[in-house]
């Protein structure tokens, strides 16, 4: 082990940044999909054992000094988010004549903007790097405030945080709803790291003992969790869960929309699945209805007629407000409407946390000047909701909504458990196909159900439509692709072990703690030196 992390440190130029690049590569068979979370055990020493080599220029400027640094983590980052994120090209396919030319920008372009956070996370762990313990401390912090940062900095995008390697199962996601995504990233990439102690054998002892202590912790709560007697259920809601499975090619086509919505009418209203009641609550996929209820009025009959007493209707679509006759441009927003038996619509929530280039166009007048469009969405440009709200369901069970991408982030679903008792989530990853993205977009889903200590409902055009208990196990779930409904009764109970502003503490008190340690054993270097 010696001798490989020698030759490692003593790699330059090309090499380095190869090495680099795949070792980056590598750590995404930790994320979903795959959940071959050892392969981080290769990546992470491997960045350790370059980042020891990636010394600057002594006597230049403090950018010339940590500029290797930067260099490794930014090729380390590239190479994690190309092979994470090249399926986001799928979705330009989908009209290829028109998008086909954007395809560098999705599949490379956003890898190559995305490593410059990497690239930061190891220039600030090199600030604060050792020769011992320490190093894998200061890398910790990098790597963890900079996932941070990556959750809100232009607009955020933490997708693929390296923290939810650590939790490919139910068992490992307990952790979670202690420590929330900024703990969970700096213990996974600490010890994701610590192998690399055993070239130098500096340190080895006290890493091995922090090794078995966290990982026997992050097991042993994640055991408790899951074995304690369940929390006997206030109430319970039947739900049926539609996944129509559309052809994106189809769904804006005027020609076929009238049978698009005769699918869902139809998966909507068959009899209840064997052993399960009428369902009190029918939850359709993100944009599924494929018109504007205020272009078809006599949709709204329709579901009337097909919801029976009791039933309400939550359905994706896209809302529209103003036009011409206000005298106003229209406005197009992507929400979720809820929908009683008389075919009235109840409530509505707009989606607030828009796809930059998706569902908007950023500087949009500034870009069209260059001929640049939105590039992925459906037929209009939305505008933002103003704040979300809890719908109240039948039997006055609260549910918040969250359309698409917005289930990846932790802060944004952040769930009071006063005042609402379930996860609404609907999507339509059919822009991606059958590729690593609509799993790594479940498994976000996932744990956002884990970290609030509630129940989540997902609905998708094409999968993975599925039913989640608060402790981040399917209950039942339809695959990728397949077209149908399934039927569970959820109940309503649970709660977060402590709440999102505790969580948000002690991640912060972690990564701090992590801070703390690599800028002491730094400082006992330098003064040993001197």
Known sequence: MERLAGRIILLWGWRRALVAFLAGALAVLGQAPYDFFAACFISFPLLVWLLDGATGEASGSLFRRLRPAFAVGWWFGFGYF?????????????????????LPFAVVGIPFALAFFYGFATMVARLLWSSDI???????????????????????????????????????????????????????????SLPALL???RHLRLGAALFVLLASAHVGFGYV????????????????????????????DASVRDRIFATLLGLSAKAPDAGHGKPQLILWPETSVPFLFTERPDA????????????????????EEGGSAAGTDSRYYNSVVAINDKGEIADAVDKVHLVPFGEYLPFADLLNRFGIAQLVAGPVTFAAGNERHVITLPGGIRALPFICYEVIFPDLVAVDATSAQLIVNVTNDAWFGDTPGPYQHFRQAQIRAVEN??????????????????????????????????DVKVPISGQAVVSSAQRRINGM??????????????VRQRLRVN
Request: aromatic share 8%; proline share 4%.
């Open 199 to 201: 070239a130098a054998r």
């Open 82 to 102: 190309l092979a994470g994120l090249w399926w986001i090209g799928s979705a330009l396919l989908v009209e290829a004549d028109d998008f086909a030319w954007a």
């Open 300 to 319: 709204l009959t329709a579901l009337g007629d097909m919801l029976a007493d009791g039933q309400m209707l939550i359905a994706g679509v896209v809302r």
């Open 453 to 486: 200590g509630l129940p989540l409902l997902r609905a998708a055009n094409n999968g993975i439509s599925a039913v989640v208990d608060p402790h981040g196990r399917i209950v039942d779930a339809l695959a990728i692709d397949a077209r149908g409904a399934i």
């Open 225 to 252: 969790r899951l074995a304690a007697p369940e929390k006997p259920a206030e109430h319970s809601l039947d739900v049926r869960i539609v996944q129509p499975a559309v052809d994106l090619s189809e769904k804006w």
């Open 134 to 192: 320490g190093r894998i401390a200061a890398l910790a912090f990098g790597f963890g405030l900079t996932e941070w940062l990556r959750g809100f900095l232009f607009t955020g995008f933490p997708w693929n945080a390296i923290g939810y390697a650590a939790m490919p199962v139910p068992l490992l996601m307990q952790s979670v709803s202690v420590t929330g995504m900024i703990g969970m990233n700096v213990l996974a990439v600490f010890l994701f």
């Open 509 to 522: 008190l972690i990564m701090l703690l992590f801070a703390l340690v690599g800028a002491l054993l730094n």
